[in-house]
Nanobody, 120 residues
Framework: QVQLVESGGGLVQTGDSLRLSCKAP????????MGWFRQAPGKEREFVAA??????YADDSVKDRFTISRDTAKNTMYLQMNSLKPEATGVYYC???????????????WGRGTQVTVPE
């Protein structure tokens, strides 16, 4: 189990932007696939985006508004979220796993999550 620390969530309005951060220790940051998941109230955790050798996203609608990036000097992964909508509301989790995956069971370490709220 690797300690992953998320930050950057908050309460924003429709159309606003947020940048989430996830700090991970080495060698996890360099050697592992790292991703973002969202869990909305009453729903299962769902894949948003991840980075193994390249970024990949849940679908084109996410790719159009969200950008995943990494700062290797800071061992930090980011999720830039633009044009936020109420359906983006949920707890966002950072996760790490040994291989590229869009499934939650493909990840072996999880952060505690950061809350993002976009009211109706």
């Amino acid at each position: 189990q690797v300690q992953l620390v998320e930050s950057g969530g908050g309460l924003v309005q429709t159309g606003d932007s947020l940048r989430l951060s996830c700090k991970a220790p080495e060698p996890t940051f360099t050697n592992y696939n790292m991703g973002w998941f969202r869990q909305a109230p009453g729903k299962e955790r769902e894949f948003v985006a991840a980075w193994r050798f390249n970024p990949y996203y849940a679908d084109d609608s996410v790719k159009d508004r969200f950008t995943i990036s990494r700062d290797t000097a800071k061992n930090t992964m980011y999720l830039q979220m633009n044009s936020l909508k109420p359906e983006a509301t949920g707890v966002y989790y950072c996760a790490a796993g040994p291989y590229a995956s869009r499934a939650a069971n493909g990840y072996t370490s999880w952060g505690r999550g950061t809350q993002v709220t976009v009211p109706e």
